[in-house]
């Protein structure tokens, strides 16, 4: 039987200690040769184990029970066990946002955390990316906080178990959809007919978005809104007189992905 042993990368790790056993009894010893291989002969049918013990500065990737594997080897038959191996050095590690079609997102804040606490807040910069280079051996996450406007459960987007270790570049990509919906206003009067020219406000409750007049069939259209709780208002139109709702304004238009809410108001002529 063959056992090899590697980096993440497919590279063999010499010098790895081999111990085939079975139950309690030592089988035969090996050890990992240049190309990270070693071969254990005429072994016999049956449940057997491989124990590695790792060079100074390397370990297994599985830090329980990643030393040793189990294997049953029937009559006249081989098999193969492998032993996936981490350099313990720094490292680095790339993130990248983007979009469900690839294309970067930027202004998103994220941030770098390791199981102690986090290691580095940042925004994603026009190419979506960030670097960290020489960041010590070890379990690192990504997550992003961001905000309004795209579709995140929960509001945080995150990604951990990134193992970052010597030689190696671990990546990771958080992928972000744009959460967008629309406001469609409608001014009639009271007989059912369009009413143009009438100016409304969109707001939200940090202030002014937008302002409008209705057209000639009485509506105002705003699209590509971020998600989010909007409300509108109106100062009315010289000559009509506002029926409904008689507060001028509508709150608690709740828009959400590729939805459209509508908002209605009714005037009479003076």
Known sequence: MTVTAERRWGAGVEGVGLILFTGTRHLGFAETDGEGQARFDFVPFGVMGVSASMP????????????????????????????????????????????????????????????????????SDATGERRFSDLPFGEYGVRALPGPGYQVEGAIAEVDGLVVEGDWLERTILVLERCIGSIRVETVRDDGASLADVPVTLYTSDGEVDTARTDGAGVAAFPGLFCGDYGVRTAGRAGYALVTPATGFVDGLLVGHQEERIARFTFRRR
Do not use: C, H, M
């Open 56 to 123: 100074e500065g390397f370990r297994p990737k599985d830090p329980v029970g990643g030393d040793t594997r189990t294997f049953r080897i029937g009559y006249g038959g081989s098999d193969s066990v492998t032993f996936t191996v981490l350099r313990e050095a720094p490292g680095d590690l790339e993130v990248r946002v983007e979009d469900p079609q690839g294309a970067a997102v930027e202004g998103v804040r994220l941030e770098l955390f390791a199981p102690d606490g986090v290691v580095a807040a940042f925004e």
